[in-house]
Structure formats: structure tokens, C-alpha cells
């Protein structure tokens, strides 16, 4: 079982940034992939990145340049450095956890980004 625990998530004025961070415990392999997902209001869930356990990184086009994926594989966390943001950037974020071998993937409770003035 694993367990992952976000925090981070506040308002924040256009053009700001935030750091998001999500911890996990439980049966962590640390070679498993994580990332983060978002949910905007009436919107679908949307991947935003993805960290391998090597920490290589992907990102969803609307991000890339101004977020920034790092893993941390001793603490088991995750962060998401959120710079330049947008109020199209408003959402839940929620971190998620890949466990290849039974192609499982667990997800956090999510916390709440807002951009606005």
C-alpha cells in the first residue's frame, strides 16, 4: 500500500510562483515513476509531468518552461517548482504514484492552486 500526501497549494497572484510537494510512504520502489495530475473546474483531470525514478522528466506543453519536476528518492517526495503562473494554471493538483509491476497507480488527496488577483 502506498500513501502520498501533497502539500503547497495556496493562492497566489499572476505571475508568482509556488512549490508544490508530495510525500509518500508505504511500499515506495524508488525506480517507479511519479508526477503530478490537475483538475480545473469543469474540466478533465490533465497530466502535467511525469519524473522517472532516474529523474527524467515530461511535461505537458502549457508548462514547459516555467515548472520544474525533482524527486528526492531518500525522503520519497516529489516537488513541483511553479513559476510564471497563470490563472489558467488554477486547480487541483494531485500527485500520483506508478507501481509498474501491477500497474497500479495511487493517488493523493490533491491541493488547491490559485491564481488570481
Known amino acids: 500500500q502506498v500513501r502520498l500526501v501533497e502539500s503547497g497549494g495556496c493562492l497566489v497572484q499572476p505571475g508568482g510562483s509556488l512549490r508544490l510537494s508530495c510525500a509518500a510512504s508505504?511500499?515506495?520502489?524508488?525506480?517507479?515513476?511519479m508526477g503530478w495530475y490537475r483538475q480545473a473546474p469543469g474540466k478533465e483531470r490533465e497530466l502535467v509531468e511525469t519524473?522517472?525514478?532516474?529523474?527524467?522528466?515530461n511535461y505537458v506543453d502549457s508548462v514547459k518552461g516555467r515548472f520544474t519536476a525533482s524527486r528526492d528518492n531518500a525522503r520519497n517526495t516529489v516537488y513541483l517548482q511553479m513559476n510564471s503562473l497563470k490563472p489558467e494554471d488554477t486547480a487541483v493538483y494531485y500527485c500520483?504514484?506508478?507501481?509498474?509491476?501491477?500497474?497500479?497507480?495511487?493517488w493523493g488527496q490533491g491541493t488547491q492552486v490559485t491564481v488570481s488577483t
Open positions: 508505504g511500499s515506495i520502489f524508488r525506480f517507479n515513476a
Open positions: 519524473i522517472t525514478g532516474a529523474g527524467r522528466t
Open positions: 500520483y504514484y506508478n507501481d509498474v509491476r501491477s500497474n497500479y497507480d495511487y
